[in-house]
DNA sequence: AATCACGTCAACCGCTCGCGG
DNA sequence: ACCGCGAGCGGTTGACGTGAT
């Protein structure tokens, strides 16, 4: 359990929940409980009048945001995994601060720590180079430079998995989606790289796989809320448990475990379970034609020099322990700063 | 040991949207 | 068409943790 203990709030707002009867702050135990015992016989929704009847004395608001961001089941905490890192820099390439949006992929995490993971990592990256992270600079390093190094991480990180039998931590997203719907964005067609940042192209991604060994891999539209059941079948027909490598049946829908369960639930309580939220598995061979991250040359003037002189950088690019870090050490980001001023 | 600076992230705020009356 | 309410979303805040000095 980690509540912190925190007072954020102004004396003056405070008082007047205190006397509106209003409890606000960090979250203690019994609360936690009282919200978790309630849901569990109960379920969501309605959440003022679920705060009254659960004998909280907390808004709805409070109520829901502690549910769906910490006691919920699926939650998944830990540190955001390589392949989740892809996920969300390709996912907000695509969508921008479409966090909710963003967070429907990557299973067991919310809006709020996709968020948090983007304001903390990804901007501090982008103030290092001393450019806006909305700039098409940035995003072109991200797309071109930061990403393909993330799945040649991935890649590396799957054979030493593949070689001693392991199995990747926590079932995570077996996010070689992305880079696949890069494949194919990529190749299809050029100037959606330059045109997708923009809220224009709302698409859900259409991850496919480029080996054709799975038969269906493009993301279903997981939006539309009147479909839920239909989406989440079809979503169901991509999800992979943990430790497998093969798609799973949908047979299971509506009874399947969450993967994350077992790290999820701070109390160690069942509360309920739902259909989970299906995620996509291309397969890593995907990732490995060479051609996978050359940037369109027409897309934006300054690509090849841009990125030859990166290739020229062997010792660059080399990583060793946390790859964004090493990515982004000093040295990096000077040498980025550089490249991107000559532009 | 004390202080400072910075990163993290849970929680709140204000706003918008959708729905029912 | 309008209004009120609940729900959800993105932005922001600030307490806490931690490493550096």
Same mark, same amino acid.
């Given at each position: ?69 910490? #006691? ?33 992929? #990557? ?21 290092? #180079? ?88 493009? #993301? ?124």
């Amino acid at each position: 359990m980690d509540v912190r203990g925190r007072s954020r709030c102004s004396s003056n707002i405070q008082s007047e929940e205190d006397v509106m009867g209003l409890k606000r702050g960090p979250w203690t135990v019994e609360e936690d409980l009282s919200l978790m015992n309630y849901v569990a016989s109960h379920g969501e929704g309605r959440w003022n009048s679920l705060a009254r009847s659960a004998g909280l004395r907390r808004t709805g608001k409070s109520c829901r945001l502690r549910w769906l961001n910490y #006691l919920r089941p699926d939650v998944r905490r830990g540190n955001i995994t390589l392949e989740e890192q892809l996920l969300i820099l390709d996912l907000h390439s695509r969508w921008g601060n479409r966090w909710s949006k963003i967070a429907q992929y #990557l299973p067991g995490r919310t809006d709020n720590e996709i968020k948090n993971y983007w304001r903390t990592r990804v901007q501090k990256h982008a103030k290092q #180079l001393k450019c806006d992270v909305n700039s098409k600079q940035f995003k072109d390093a991200m797309r071109y430079l930061w990403m393909p190094r993330l799945v040649e991480r991935i890649q590396a990180a799957a054979a030493a998995s593949a070689s001693t039998t392991t199995t990747s931590p926590g079932g995570s997203i077996v996010a070689t989606a992305a880079a696949a719907a890069y494949k194919t964005k990529n190749s299809s067609s050029s100037n959606n790289t330059t045109s997708s940042c923009n809220g224009n192209n709302d698409n859900g991604p259409n991850y496919r796989p480029i080996n054709g060994n799975l038969e269906q891999l493009v #993301l279903p539209d997981i939006s539309t809320k009147n479909n839920e059941f239909t989406s989440a079948r079809l979503m169901q027909s991509y999800y992979t448990p943990e430790n497998s490598s093969t798609a799973a049946s949908s047979d299971s829908l509506g009874t399947q475990v969450s993967p994350f369960s077992d790290v999820a639930n701070p109390y160690g309580i069942s509360v309920y379970e739902t259909p989970n939220p299906g995620y996509v598995q291309a397969n890593q061979a995907a990732y490995q034609e060479s051609s996978l991250f050359s940037p369109p040359s027409e897309c934006f003037n300054y690509g090849s020099e841009f990125f030859q002189a990166m290739d020229q950088n062997n010792q660059l690019w080399l990583d060793s322990g946390d790859f964004s870090d090493n990515l982004w050490n000093a040295e990096n980001v000077l040498y980025l700063q550089q490249q991107l001023n000559s532009i």
